[in-house]
T-cell receptor, first 111, second 113 residues
Framework: DVKVTQSSRYLVKRTGEKVFLECVQD?????MFWYRQDPGLGLRLIYF???????EKGDIPEGYSVSREKKERFSLILESASTNQTSMYLC??????????FGNGTRLTVT | KQEVTQIPAALSVPEGENLVLNCSFT??????LQWFRQDPGKGLTSLLL?????REQTSGRLNASLDKSSGRSTLYIAASQPGDSATYLC????????????FGTGTQLKVEL
């Protein structure tokens, strides 16, 4: 099974700051994902990556970018944080047809 | 566009009861369907994955079924316990849809003593 680790459980940032959310998986798996989860809206895909340096936009990429320089690490970047980006951010990983495995989430508050 | 619905949004049952959670999807061209549980403030934990060629999967007290033609999946929980209290979500991966999953909004289950 893929183990997915998100470096921060809680983050508080100021409007306009550049924010990095880090995610690491402990196996050599190709697919990694970033979702955000909001009450009433469910999980929405921001970006995913199917290999090193490869990325694809999800359903709500605006205001976000990603970086995947190494296979085990997938970073989500908020270029200029805004209050509407306050949310729970969830990283996930998968190989092939296996189940999708999530990290414990990062609760981001932008003030 | 695939839409995934979970009804009811919330459910409360007494301990020991067998229960069924429902997941409906609009596009039957699915690759697989996955059930998750989520505890408050935490990430999602994978419970069961059913491939499109399968009819059901079992793990302990959990049994998930899939009927593609009717666009439905059910998660059966036997002999429920207070520790089963959580939000249960289903997610569908569409055939030809690459890596994307479409999630339902979940059923919040409370098992009472």
């Amino acid at each position: 099974d893929v183990k997915v680790t998100q470096s921060s459980r809680y983050l508080v940032k100021r409007t306009g700051e550049k924010v990095f959310l880090e995610c690491v998986q402990d196996m050599d798996h190709e697919n990694m994902f970033w979702y955000r989860q909001d009450p009433g809206l469910g999980l929405r895909l921001i970006y995913f990556s199917y290999d090193v340096k490869m990325k694809e936009k999800g359903d709500i990429p605006e205001g976000y970018s990603v970086s995947r320089e190494k296979k085990e690490r997938f970073s989500l970047i908020l270029e200029s944080a805004s209050t509407n980006q306050t949310s729970m951010y969830l990283c996930a990983g998968r190989t092939g047809n296996s189940p999708l495995h999530f990290g414990n989430g990062t609760r981001l508050t932008v003030t | 566009k695939q839409e995934v619905t979970q009804i009811p949004a919330a459910l409360s049952v007494p301990e020991g009861e067998n229960l069924v959670l429902n997941c409906s999807f609009t596009d039957s061209a699915i690759y697989n369907l996955q059930w998750f549980r989520q505890d408050p403030g935490k990430g999602l934990t994978s419970l069961l994955l059913i491939q499109s060629s399968q009819r059901e999967q079992t793990s302990g007290r959990l049994n998930a079924s899939l009927d593609k033609s009717s666009g439905r999946s059910t998660l059966y929980i036997a002999a429920s316990q207070p520790g089963d209290s959580a939000t249960y979500l289903c997610a569908v991966r569409r055939t030809g849809g690459g890596n994307k999953l479409t999630f339902g909004t979940g059923t919040q289950l409370k098992v009472e003593l």
